[in-house]
């Protein structure tokens, strides 16, 4: 159990990258504590895959980063000995699909779900957001916005 942890979702990650956006510094410095081990961290195989699609795509980013670059942030995660790398298990689905009907989560929502059961399934808790509302429903985690 990792109950102590938090994970970063995507928008942190991607506001990290982008020196332009005003949640700069805010999501650098939570990326930063995470990594500095003043907050224990984690990320889920989900968010890296969304970060990239995220920061590479001139639709969802005015300055969208390069194949290259992108691959050398999410390597810097997952070469991390501070930040906790989590991902999906068979029991995964299962809990997200019990948390759907519970919830009445239907279509593109079911992401978010998923992302909620792989932290349950790892034991993690905690969610450090811009998106709370997304979140903030599900009594099963806590929801932390650092922009507020």
Do not use: W
């Not at 670059?69 to 689905?93: C, M």
């Not at 699909?97 to 992302?115: F, I, M, S, W």
Request: charged share 30%; glycine share 4%.
């Amino acid at each position: 159990m990792i109950d102590d942890f938090c994970l970063l979702d995507t928008n942190i990650l991607v506001y990290a990258t982008d020196i332009d956006s005003p949640f700069y510094q805010k999501a650098k410095d939570v990326r930063d504590n995470a990594h500095g081990r003043r907050i224990k961290g984690c990320v889920a195989l989900q968010v890296l895959t969304e970060f990239y699609s995220v920061v590479t795509n001139p639709r969802k980013n005015k300055k969208p980063l390069s194949s290259m670059q992108a691959r050398k942030e999410i390597e810097n995660y997952l070469k991390s000995p501070t930040i906790f790398k989590i991902s999906i298990k068979a029991t995964t689905i299962e809990k997200m699909v019990e948390l759907a009907e519970k919830y009445g989560t239907k279509g593109p929502n079911v992401y978010d779900l998923q992302l909620m059961a792989t932290m349950l399934d790892n034991g993690v808790r905690k969610i450090y957001t811009a998106n709370e509302k997304d979140f903030v429903i599900f009594k099963e985690i806590e929801t932390v916005n650092p922009f507020k």
